[in-house]
C-alpha cells in the first residue's frame, strides 16, 4: 500500500472523523428527552474526543470540548466557504458530503437563510444628503409632525449617508 501524503492522512483522518460524529449523531445534536441528557451528550463528545486521538487527529491534551467547540466546528465551516465560493452546485469532496449528511440537506448551511446580504438594498433604508431633515405624524404634537428620531450612519462603501426608518 503506497504511503499517504500528509494532506491525504489529514483528509482521512477527518473523514473518519466525521464518520463517528455521524454514527452518534443522534446523542450529540437530538432533542433532549429521557434518554438523551446533558450527561448522555458530554459521554457522546468524550467517546468522539477518545476516537480523534485513538486516529491520530487530535493530541491527548486535548478535552472533550475542543472537539465540540473547535475540530467540528472548523470542518462545518470549511463547507460553509465551500458552497459560497462555488454555490450548492460546487464541486463537493467527501469530506463536504459527510459534513452534510450530518447537517442535514436543509440546513441553513446549505440553502442559506433566505436574507439579503449586508450590502444589498433593503427597502426601509433610503439614501439622504447632508442636509437631511426628515419628520412624521406625531400623536402628541399640534401641528401633527416633528423631527423623527432615525438612526442615521456614514456608509463606507458609496460615503452616502443613511437613515434607517
Given amino acids: 500500500m503506497p504511503k499517504l501524503s500528509k ?35 458530554k459521554t457522546a463528545w468524550i467517546n468522539v474526543r477518545d476516537y480523534s486521538v485513538s486516529i491520530g487527529l487530535i493530541g491527548s491534551d486535548k478535552e472533550f470540548c475542543y472537539v465540540r467547540d473547535a475540530t467540528w466546528p472548523i470542518l462545518r465551516q470549511k463547507l460553509t466557504n465551500q458552497i459560497k465560493q462555488g454555490g450548492p452546485e460546487s464541486k463537493l469532496d467527501d469530506t463536504h458530503k459527510l459534513v ?17 446580504d449586508s450590502m444589498e438594498t433593503v427597502s426601509k433604508v433610503k439614501e439622504i444628503t447632508e ?35
Avoid: A, H
Avoid at 16 to 40: A, D, M, P, V, Y
Avoid at 136 to 165: A, F, Y
Fill in 7 to 41: 494532506r491525504e492522512e489529514k483528509k482521512m483522518k477527518n473523514q473518519n472523523f466525521l464518520r463517528k460524529i455521524l454514527e452518534l449523531k443522534s446523542e450529540l445534536f437530538g432533542q433532549f428527552s429521557t434518554t438523551i441528557t446533558k450527561e448522555s451528550r
Fill in 100 to 116: 452534510i449528511e450530518i447537517i442535514g440537506k436543509e440546513s441553513s448551511v446549505v440553502e442559506g437563510i433566505g436574507v439579503p
Fill in 131 to 165: 442636509d437631511f431633515s426628515y419628520s412624521m405624524p406625531n400623536e402628541n404634537d399640534d401641528n401633527g409632525t416633528t423631527k423623527s428620531k432615525c438612526l442615521l450612519q456614514q456608509s463606507s462603501c458609496r460615503g452616502k449617508k443613511r437613515v434607517i426608518v
